[in-house]
């Protein structure tokens, strides 16, 4: 059989449904024809135009999620590279020939990535299903009865639907607020550290619940010009979370302080975590710096390597003494130890793997643009430098993980 050239544009144009095609900026790229003729929008008024421009949400309805729904739904599958097929939502439509007339509408949407030649996700497939006349009630003579009943019965069924779904959405955006109070108070303040330089950042991860899971901590230790700076990351997210991230974030604290060294801090922080609940497969990285030595001692429970950004641009990774997350062993043994060395500008760098991590790709690529991040901007203060870091490392919508980062220039 010959193989014959396929017309994409066509056969875009051709899908049966509204399917549209936006940027990860959210910008329409395209739309088929069905999704013109439905949505009452020519292409010219669609593409290149921000989705929520183009279909505000009703400003009489004080009540509309949809604007909010949909741009989550999408800003997920941009961070994810996962497709997100939504519950079914209701979103207005401006009567494009009546404006300020605003026509109730029902949509049930999927959303799916399209990625580049660089494995990221370059567009977002939007398809929508119209199912307004489903929901609405229909009366008028002729109207089958079981029709009306079915279609009462899915009116009904959505709205109960709906009711739930805004149940559960200020359940969750109240343990949001009370988790971040409970990060807020337990987090240290950049001050404990005295008189060196240094920058720390959580993000929470995108979703209402995912909060709260990673911790850091920065502590004068005694003896010397010497700091603690460690990170560490509970399994689970919520109140939960952060009540158990609050326990070894002041135990290590403590442990720090009358521990020989970071090894013996995580010992002690290891056989403490044997009898937490929810403390399983947690993570954790320890460092001693010592200002009069230029020496960083360090030991790894199972967490990423912190990265030494030397002053001439060489990048070390502190991973010569990684071993088992802090609840691994029935019977711990000594973890281990090491130390490298550094000269005045140095920066170092300690974070959590929401920072790094993406599904579908090595960590290895994460780790890489993290050190490419670190050495660009290692001559901007710390408070800057963390912030670039960011930028260029979390995805536009929020990472699918919580992201905790420290920079100390030493």
Same mark, same amino acid.
């Given at each position: 059989?010959?193989?014959?050239?396929?017309?994409?544009?066509?056969?875009?144009?051709?899908?049966?449904?509204?399917?549209?095609?936006?940027?990860?900026?959210?910008?329409?790229?395209?739309?088929?024809?069905?999704?013109?003729?439905?949505?009452?929008?020519?292409?010219?008024?669609?593409?290149?135009?921000?989705?929520?421009?183009?279909?505000?949400?009703?400003?009489?309805?004080?009540?509309?999620?949809?604007?909010?729904?949909? =741009? /989550?739904?999408? !800003?997920?599958? *941009?961070?994810?590279?996962? &497709?997100?097929?939504? #519950?079914?939502? @209701?979103?207005?439509?401006?009567?494009?020939?009546?404006?300020?007339?605003?026509?109730?509408?029902?949509?049930?949407?999927?959303?799916?990535?399209?990625?580049?030649?660089?494995?990221?996700?370059?567009?977002?497939?939007?398809?929508?299903?119209?199912?307004?006349?489903?929901?609405?009630?229909?009366?008028?003579?002729?109207?089958?009865?079981?029709?009306?009943?079915?279609?009462?019965?899915?009116?009904? =069924? /959505?709205?109960? !639907?709906?009711? *739930?779904?805004?149940?559960? &959405?200020?359940?969750? #955006?109240?343990? @949001?607020?009370?988790?971040?109070?409970?990060?807020?108070?337990?987090?240290?303040?950049?001050?404990?550290?005295?008189?060196?330089?240094?920058?720390?950042?959580?993000?929470?991860?995108?979703?209402?619940?995912?909060?709260?899971?990673?911790?850091?901590?920065?502590?004068?230790?005694?003896?010397?010009?010497?700091?603690?700076?460690?990170?560490?990351?509970?399994?689970?997210?919520?109140?939960?979370?952060?009540?158990?991230?609050?326990?070894?974030?002041?135990?290590?604290?403590?442990?720090?302080?009358? #521990?020989?060294?970071?090894?013996?801090?995580?010992?002690?922080?290891?056989?403490?975590?044997?009898?937490?609940?929810?403390?399983?497969?947690?993570?954790?990285?320890?460092?001693?710096?010592?200002?009069?030595?230029?020496?960083?001692?360090?030991?790894?429970?199972?967490?990423?390597?912190?990265?030494?950004?030397?002053?001439?641009?060489?990048?070390?990774?502190?991973?010569?003494?990684?071993?088992?997350?802090?609840?691994?062993?029935?019977?711990?043994?000594?973890?281990?130890?090491?130390?490298?060395?550094?000269?005045?500008?140095?920066?170092?760098?300690?974070?959590?793997?929401?920072?790094?991590?993406?599904?579908?790709?090595?960590?290895?690529?994460?780790?890489?643009?993290?050190?490419?991040?670190?050495?660009?901007?290692?001559?901007?203060?710390?408070?800057?430098?963390?912030?670039?870091?960011?930028?260029?490392?979390?995805?536009?919508?929020?990472?699918?993980?919580?992201?905790?980062?420290?920079?100390?220039?030493?």
């Amino acid at each position: 059989m010959k193989e014959t050239a396929i017309d994409y544009e066509a056969v875009f144009q051709a899908l049966p449904g509204m399917v549209a095609l936006l940027t990860s900026e959210l910008l329409y790229a395209d739309a088929n024809e069905d999704f013109q003729r439905l949505s009452g929008r020519t292409r010219d008024q669609l593409v290149g135009r921000y989705i929520f421009d183009v279909f505000p949400e009703n400003p009489n309805d004080p009540t509309a999620t949809g604007m909010r729904d949909v =741009r /989550a739904s999408m !800003l997920r599958v *941009v961070a994810t590279g996962e &497709r997100d097929t939504m #519950a079914l939502q @209701r979103y207005d439509v401006e009567d494009p020939m009546r404006p300020g007339q605003w026509e109730e509408r029902y949509w049930s949407p999927i959303n799916a990535p399209v990625r580049g030649p660089d494995g990221k996700v370059e567009f977002v497939l939007h398809r929508v299903e119209e199912v307004t006349e489903l929901i609405r009630l229909r009366g008028g003579a002729g109207s089958d009865s079981r029709a009306r009943v079915l279609e009462a019965e899915l009116y009904t =069924r /959505a709205r109960e !639907l709906q009711e *739930v779904n805004d149940r559960l &959405r200020q359940a969750h #955006a109240r343990e @949001r607020e009370v988790a971040l109070a409970l990060q807020e108070a337990m987090l240290p303040a950049r001050r404990q550290v005295g008189n060196h330089r240094a920058a720390v950042r959580y993000r929470p991860a995108v979703g209402s619940l995912n909060v709260c899971g990673d911790w850091y901590d920065l502590i004068d230790l005694v003896g010397g010009n010497r700091i603690g700076v460690s990170v560490g990351d509970v399994v689970g997210h919520g109140l939960a979370a952060a009540g158990v991230m609050g326990q070894l974030r002041s135990a290590l604290s403590a442990s720090s302080r009358v #521990a020989d060294g970071p090894a013996q801090a995580l010992d002690v922080l290891g056989r403490y975590a044997h009898v937490v609940d929810g403390a399983e497969s947690a993570t954790a990285v320890t460092t001693f710096i010592d200002f009069d030595d230029r020496t960083i001692a360090y030991s790894s429970a199972g967490h990423p390597p912190p990265v030494l950004v030397h002053a001439d641009g060489r990048v070390e990774f502190l991973d010569k003494a990684t071993d088992t997350p802090l609840d691994a062993r029935p019977d711990p043994i000594p973890r281990p130890q090491a130390a490298t060395t550094y000269a005045d500008g140095a920066t170092l760098a300690l974070y959590t793997d929401g920072l790094i991590e993406r599904r579908r790709e090595d960590i290895d690529t994460g780790l890489s643009r993290l050190a490419e991040s670190l050495v660009r901007h290692r001559t901007a203060d710390p408070e800057t430098l963390a912030d670039a870091v960011l930028l260029e490392l979390l995805p536009p919508g929020g990472a699918t993980d919580d992201t905790a980062l420290i920079i100390v220039r030493l």
